[in-house]
């Protein structure tokens, strides 16, 4: 079980971006995970008339390892780590280790 998800809200630890918060939008096999509106750069590129893309400079998300990244945590307004559990009905689950707090339940 992976203990950053899909649509988790994140909070980056360390970099040009620290601080700033997102949804990730994707997580990457290779452990880097790509968070909304965080490490934007830009990009040129050429126009591709078939696929219907236009040329030109775009701004897109590039992926974050996901060690820069820790999940917010509303209760306590920070970013936390994830620990993952087993239920007595045998789900496994992550919760919060500072307060023991589930995310999905």
């Not at 290779?30 to 030109?56: I, L, T």
């Amino acid at each position: 079980m992976k203990k950053i998800r899909k649509g988790d809200q994140v909070v980056v630890l360390s970099g040009r971006n620290k601080g700033r918060r997102g949804a990730v939008i994707q997580v990457l096999a290779d452990g880097r995970v790509v968070v909304e509106s965080v490490n934007m750069v830009k990009k040129h590129q050429k126009p591709n008339p078939q696929a219907g893309k236009q040329g030109g400079i775009i701004e897109k998300e590039m992926p974050l390892p996901v060690s820069k990244v820790a999940i917010w945590n509303p209760g306590a307004k920070k970013g936390d780590r994830i620990g993952i559990k087993t239920l007595t009905d045998g789900k496994r689950v992550r919760f919060f280790k500072s307060n023991g707090e589930m995310l999905d339940a």
